[in-house]
């Protein structure tokens, strides 16, 4: 067994890779999420539009232009709920979902050796074993997706809670500071 001195570079890479995985997927779920929402709304409208177009035309005077319009909307709406069926957005979105909890379990695993200072070469084997295996599991990512998870999580680009005992405190104030006042002179005695 060796102590982690908390500057190996093969585990930081490790943690920060997991820690994009982790948020790649869960940027890809809310982009497919947000795709099926917007088609949906889509096929909804144009449908409503070719309902209108199809009545109007029955309703009025026969016009050319209305009913060659109302037969394309209604077209277009079968194409688009078509499209909105075959897209699979749920199984996708789980998929997505699921790995992204997956690579956050991960993740707080590595953090969770790298605290306890104590890491093992079987407990490396382990963590690389399980991070295969969701990789493995896990929907593709687009480059798009990967740039976008890396440049919210590099410093700067954003300011989240941390989210976890690794993370930098919340807008890079020093752990050692409370209201501008050094935490040892509060506990000198």
């Known amino acids: 067994m060796w102590t982690y001195r908390g500057d190996e570079p093969t585990v930081i890479q490790w943690l ?3 820690r994009l995985g982790h948020e790649a997927h869960r940027i890809a779920a809310k982009a497919v999420r947000r795709r099926h929402r ?3 709304l889509v096929t909804v409208l144009v449908a409503v539009l070719a309902a209108a ?3 109007t ?3 009025g005077t026969s016009r050319t232009w209305l009913q060659v319009s109302a037969g394309t ?4 709406a079968a194409a688009t709920a078509l499209l909105h069926a075959v897209a699979d957005d749920a199984d996708v979105i789980a998929a ?3 790995a992204a909890a997956e690579y956050g379990d991960l993740r707080r695993q590595l953090e ?3 605290l306890s200072e104590r890491i093992t070469d079987d407990r490396l084997a382990e963590i690389r074993h399980e991070w295969t295996r969701i990789e493995a599991r896990a929907p593709s990512l687009s480059h798009r997706t990967t740039r976008r998870a890396d440049d919210q999580l590099r410093p700067g680009a954003h300011l989240p809670v941390p989210a976890s005992a690794t993370d930098a405190p919340h807008g890079g104030v020093p752990q050692t500071e409370i209201d501008d006042e050094p935490v040892k002179e509060l506990t000198a005695g």
């Open 112 to 114: 969770q050796a790298i």
């Open 96 to 98: 997505h979902q699921r």
């Open 16 to 18: 920060g890779s997991i």
């Open 57 to 59: 035309a029955a309703l």
């Open 73 to 76: 909307l209604a077209a277009l």
């Open 38 to 40: 917007a088609l949906a």
């Open 53 to 55: 177009a199809a009545f």
